[in-house]
């Protein structure tokens, strides 16, 4: 009877193991490593990573065969910049995690840290995943003070796992962000360097009951810490060229600070120094008409001329919205981006600069096993991310919008004789 029992165990994990070992296969494989683009490859999943790519269709046992014949295999997109499990309806009366109002233990918004504040039942992040989002930087929109706090990097899976907590920082050194800091640059960039400056100088923390007259908190110096020792990033936001220069002569005076340019639409008027200077860029390529005198020289081409000059590109929305990034990429593809470079800009790249490309953001053995079926290009508008998976796990492929849609459209092929309401069952 043991011996009996150990056999079903035995067969039971056996079965169990396999389940969890995918091999898709048949795809074109765009792996964003030294391999390339396969045209015909089987991506191997075991135990929530990629344990190889490897050319053909040849499936090894004890794996699970997933057809991907005439279809795309792409690393999980990696939302640059969204404010996902922070937002869910950015109108509303009630509570909006992605703004904090003044508080007693900041007085530069640098100790914010959104880490608490992610909800991981927001709708939002099921549309988000099944457009081919896997994970995603969010952060505050606002804090009416110098910093947007600290930014984490989150996957999209069914418990929104904190996959970076303390991830990077933001400033606005734009006309906005000077309209918070004093009412002009030559307050904000003061402030700034002062705040820098009494981080350098204090070696430790001062305690609870030591004295303190500093321009910023206890809090605030601990969170600065990071920024200052180059381990978190610091994403500069601005738009004109005038902006983005100031913000390449701060990263001369401070070497050691890892400096990301955000928003960027006037980058391309300075990318050859943005790329002398090694300052990645975080995009939003739509922008073609100017919506304030600091993007009078917005244009569809900036992707395309950033990456001509040799900057590294990623795109985020600095919204819910994530989901339109393919869309977004598309555009900027069609306007000069190289395709390659279109991929990247929402793979490999925004995992680079976050510090997660030891992660995600490529498909290489080891990584997280975070993969994307699309019917076709991911970049063009009328192909769809068919099977996603996070973690090695396939997800269920269904949103809040995809069930409203199933719902009204079988209320209208029964004729109303469904009630119009929303019932929980």
Do not use: C
């Not at 969204?82 to 233990?105: F, K, M, N, R, Y």
Request: glycine content about 10%; proline content about 4%.
């Amino acid at each position: 009877m043991k011996k009996l029992l150990a056999v079903i165990v035995a067969v039971a994990m056996s079965a169990s193991a396999s389940a969890e070992n995918t091999a898709i296969v048949g795809g074109k494989v765009f792996t964003q490593t030294n391999q390339g683009i396969l045209e015909s490859a089987t991506v191997l999943i075991k135990d929530g990573k990629i344990e190889r790519i490897t050319e053909g269709n040849t499936v090894p046992d004890g794996y699970t065969k997933v057809d991907a014949t005439g279809k795309v295999v792409t690393p999980g997109l990696v939302g640059a910049l969204t404010s996902l499990g922070l937002v869910e309806v950015s109108s509303w009366a009630g509570l909006v995690d992605a703004s904090v109002e003044t508080t007693p233990i900041s007085s530069t918004g640098a100790a914010m840290d959104v880490s608490y504040a992610i909800n991981p039942d927001s709708t939002l992040i099921g549309v988000s995943r099944l457009e081919g989002v896997t994970s995603a930087a969010t952060t505050m929109e606002s804090t009416e003070q110098l910093f947007h706090g600290l930014g984490a990097v989150i996957s999209l899976n069914d418990n929104t796992d904190i996959l970076k907590s303390k991830a990077f920082m933001v400033v606005n050194v734009g006309g906005d962000g000077a309209e918070e800091t004093g009412g002009s640059r030559a307050a904000l960039w003061v402030t700034l360097e002062q705040v820098l400056s009494e981080v350098t100088s204090v070696k430790n923390i001062p305690g609870p009951g030591s004295e303190w007259h500093g321009l910023t908190t206890r809090a605030d110096l601990a969170a600065l810490k990071g920024v200052v020792a180059g381990d978190i990033p610091l994403f500069m936001q601005a738009d004109r060229a005038a902006d983005i220069r100031q913000i390449i002569a701060f990263k001369k005076r401070h070497p050691s600070i890892n400096i990301v340019l955000l928003h960027g639409v006037e980058a391309w008027r300075v990318a050859d120094e943005l790329a002398a200077n090694d300052i990645p860029v975080i995009i939003d390529p739509q922008l073609n008409l100017p919506g304030n005198f600091e993007q009078l020289g917005a244009t569809l081409a900036n992707a395309g001329r950033l990456e001509a000059a040799g900057v590294t590109i990623a795109i985020g929305m600095e919204t819910h919205n994530i989901r339109l990034a393919t869309q977004h990429a598309g555009n900027a593809v069609a306007n000069g981006l190289s395709h390659e470079a279109g991929i990247a800009s929402l793979t490999s790249g925004p995992a680079k600069i976050l510090g997660l490309e030891k992660q995600v953001g490529t498909l290489a053995p080891g990584k997280r096993a975070d993969v994307v079926i699309w019917s076709g290009d991911p970049l063009e508008v009328t192909e769809v991310a068919e099977q996603v998976y996070i973690n090695g796990k396939a997800i269920d492929m269904t949103s809040r919008q995809t069930k409203l849609r199933e719902r009204y459209q079988t209320l209208q092929m029964q004729g109303g004789s469904m009630p119009s309401h929303y019932i929980r069952k």
